[in-house]
């Protein structure tokens, strides 16, 4: 197994730790062994997330915008008027941590939080004006970037990738 090293990720210092993936020569029977897909996989989730910090970071340079904070607004650009109960499992979070975030995103100016006007007890989240625009400005950026990459790839590689993503949701979906 390689290791790839990742270099000049915020919050790691100068280099960060190596981090285990195949590579091609690894492959055995045409892939990877079972036991070597969840480092894998592991290892791609933490380079996409190394991306969406670096162009959300980019896109606002005030550096106030962390990949979980992203996610949140990119979930209400999707789903307005989601719940903080829906945020927190699309997060995976508890409702504290999930309500401390949201919080911040709308002390910023990113999120509006109401009562939902058929419960009480509930909160409708909505983006604001701004928060729209930076969501839509990092993921311009990010789309950007990987339509990059992918050009780059063959088309044989292009349609591995995208004969790969409904087997991937349906992974993600089931674990």
């Known amino acids: 197994m390689n290791a790839m090293q990742l270099t000049h990720v915020q919050g790691a210092g100068p280099t960060a730790p190596s981090l285990p993936i195949l590579a091609p020569d690894d492959a055995i029977d045409g892939g990877p062994a079972r036991e070597a897909l ?3 996989l592991l290892a791609m989730m933490m380079m996409a997330n190394r991306i969406i910090a670096t162009e959300a970071v980019r896109v606002i340079p005030d550096g106030k915008l962390t990949p979980p904070q992203f996610r949140i607004l ?9 719940s903080l109960s829906e945020v927190a499992n699309y997060l995976g979070v508890r409702l504290p941590t999930a309500s401390v975030m949201l919080v911040k995103l709308a002390a910023e100016g990113y ?10 007890r509930r ?7 701004q928060g729209q625009e930076m969501t839509e400005a ?3 950026a990010l789309f950007a970037r990987l339509h990059t990459g992918l ?5 044989a590689d292009r349609t591995l990738v ?12 089931e674990v």
């Open 38 to 40: 969840p480092p894998a």
């Open 74 to 82: 990119n979930y209400l650009l999707i789903a307005p008027g989601a």
């Open 111 to 120: 999120v509006l939080r109401s009562r939902h006007p058929m419960s009480r």
């Open 123 to 129: 909160m409708q989240l909505v983006l604001t004006e």
């Open 138 to 140: 990092v993921r311009t």
């Open 151 to 155: 050009d780059r790839l063959d088309p």
């Open 162 to 173: 995208q004969d790969a993503i409904p087997v991937l949701r349906r992974l993600f979906s």
